[in-house]
């Protein structure tokens, strides 16, 4: 800025405002031509300094979005491997995920917070692959031993998921989706808020997709069993916040499974 002005104020005024120097009349040629050459670096180094930025949010966001799909080719392999030994269940998992993501939505929580909902959905039944095929594909009703070693896969799936680096809890929502409300549930007996939100509201899930299939020891139940047994039990097994938004997104979303 070049002026007649010589007050302190109006210099520090022109300096807060952007301006590269501050150049008083009478000036010296040289001195402007060194002032004008500063200021032309100066706006050299910001203009390289935001490209740079630039360049690097873009780099950081294409490197986020490559892991993002590395991370979900992890995810479905772990639920096809579950699966393959698992077939009277295949697809429960999925549709779990779906059905999570849509109660979390109803509950307004935040986009980030449900996709780690729908991947823990993906692969909550992860520790069944611990379980003799036999067990998961009985015909009739499990013994007291044999459902015995079933109550042990919420530990098997943390177990193998604790090390992974997953940008949610996905371990601990493993662990605990078949933790009750009211601390029935396994396999340690949490309750109430003790449960992350993101596990009760798998465990709604869960239960409702379980009984509205086939299993292999019975017939589907059908949705409106399961209905019944997520109204009955609310605030008692099941968290009610998640139980009014599952029976919501159907009665009057008209969710439905996939």
């Keep these: 800025m070049l002026t007649a002005v010589d007050d302190p104020k109006t210099a520090d005024a022109a300096i807060e405002a952007g301006t590269y120097g501050y150049i008083i009349k009478p000036f010296n040629p040289n001195e402007l031509i060194i002032n004008i050459r500063n200021a032309l670096r100066r706006r050299q180094l910001e203009i390289a300094n935001r490209m740079y930025r630039h360049d690097l949010e873009k780099i950081v966001e294409e490197r986020t979005a490559s892991l993002q799909e590395a991370l979900e080719g992890i995810i479905q392999a772990m639920a096809r491997t579950v699966e393959a030994r698992d077939p009277y269940t295949a697809g429960h998992q999925h549709r779990v995920a779906l059905l999570s993501v849509a109660i979390a939505e109803k509950m307004g929580i935040p986009k980030d917070q449900i996709e780690g909902v729908r991947m823990a959905g993906r692969i909550h039944d992860l520790g069944k692959i611990s379980a003799p095929a036999e067990i998961l594909s009985k015909p009739t009703r499990l013994t007291d031993i044999e459902f015995g070693l079933i109550k042990t896969h919420p530990r098997v799936g943390y177990d193998i998921l604790k090390e992974i680096e997953f940008p ?25 808020e003790d449960i992350l939100l993101e596990a009760r509201i798998l465990c709604v899930a869960d239960v409702v997709e379980a009984m509205a299939s086939h299993r292999p020891y019975r017939a589907a139940l059908g949705i409106d069993v399961a209905f019944d047994e997520i109204s009955k039990n609310r605030g008692v097994i099941y968290d009610p916040h998640v139980a009014d938004a599952c029976l919501k997104i159907f009665k009057e979303k008209g969710f439905k499974f996939e």
């Design 168 to 192: 949610w809890p996905i371990a601990q929502m493993v662990l605990q989706h078949h933790e009750k409300m009211n601390g029935s549930g396994y396999p340690q007996g949490l309750s109430g």
